[in-house]
């Protein structure tokens, strides 16, 4: 194990050595092993969004182990879903590559202005599925955020105890803000360092914006000044804002864009400091060589070998 990855480690110095294992797991697995940085496959979007939105535009995309296969051969780090994907999956690819298991999700079926996902697992499914994390979401600017926070705080507590990394989804919304302001650079620097206060071993985030939601934080922004003007800027300032980047940040992919844009995307995040993508609809909802080449591609970025 190379300097880079027993200096991420040294981060994490209260957990266990089973919690530290899984998380050399991620940062040692695939293409982009050693390297510090991380390319993940998320999909939860079938609950998230409905199955036509997800999976239409690549109809194999409907078929959970189409993604255990293209996150395998593909490289990625780690692969992460519901129950049920996991389930129809894991057996087939066990060892192949890393799990995380998300224990939480949300549906759209009802217009909420303040969402509260479900517990949809548990920490003896991820033990039973051989998955080295588990994840969670997490509203900050909810009015239900006091109730996910508490959720994430005991099933964090149990997942360290039974050795597993958690990797935590911080997206901010809720009647507290406006659709802007979900990503304005303020509220998701706060939404990250909140994961990382709640224990998150992994924070996963949107990119933000210019924009500055909070009028107390605007003060705090225009005062000091904090560099806000590039991404490159803001994403710094985003991994600053987790423990002045003693936490693993990594940044999602949203919905589907041009190659061009993603990789411009993904040089940011690089130059920010960010330690990678987690990046779904972008890679799933292209057919399987488009998605290979376009992952392919965003590693080489990380890794240094495509400016």
């Not at 998230?48 to 690549?58: C, I, L, M, Y």
């Not at 003060?219 to 000044?225: I, L, T, V």
């Not at 041009?258 to 995307?265: G, I, K």
């Amino acid at each position: 194990m190379n300097k880079r990855i027993h200096e991420i480690l040294s981060w994490y110095v209260s957990d266990n050595p089973g919690t530290r294992t899984n998380l050399a797991r991620f940062l040692n697995h695939g293409t982009l092993s050693g390297t510090g940085r991380l390319v993940i496959l998320p999909v939860d979007q079938g609950f998230e969004h409905g199955p036509a939105r997800s999976f239409a535009p690549n109809p194999p995309s409907y078929d959970p182990l189409y993604h255990c296969e293209l996150a395998v051969e593909a490289g990625c780090n780690a692969y992460a879903a519901p129950l049920g994907f996991l389930e129809a999956g894991a057996a087939h690819f066990a060892g192949e590559i890393p799990l995380i298991l998300k224990l939480n999700s949300h549906d759209v079926l009802l217009d909420e202005k303040d969402p509260m996902p479900a517990v949809t697992g548990s920490v003896q499914d991820a033990l039973r599925l051989g998955c080295s994390a588990i994840g969670f979401t997490i509203y900050p600017g909810s009015a239900m955020s006091q109730q996910m926070y508490e959720q994430l705080q005991s099933i964090a507590e149990d997942a360290k105890a039974c050795g597993l990394a958690v990797v935590v989804w911080s997206y901010p919304r809720g009647s507290g803000l406006s659709k802007a302001g979900e990503t304005a650079v303020d509220v998701v620097a706060y939404a990250a360092h909140i994961a990382a206060q709640l224990g998150a071993h992994i924070i996963k985030v949107k990119l933000p914006t210019e924009r500055v939601e909070l009028a107390e934080a605007k003060k705090a922004y225009e005062r000091y000044p904090i560099p806000t003007r590039t991404l490159a800027d803001r994403v710094r300032h985003v991994v600053q804002s987790t423990f002045n980047g003693r936490r693993i940040v990594i940044f999602s992919g949203g919905a589907k864009e041009t190659d061009e844009a993603v990789f411009n995307e993904v040089r940011a995040i690089r130059d920010g400091g960010g330690f990678g993508s987690i990046i779904g609809r972008n890679s799933f909802q292209r057919e399987r060589s488009e998605a290979l080449n376009l992952l392919g591609t965003i590693m080489k970025i990380y890794a240094g070998q495509i400016k």
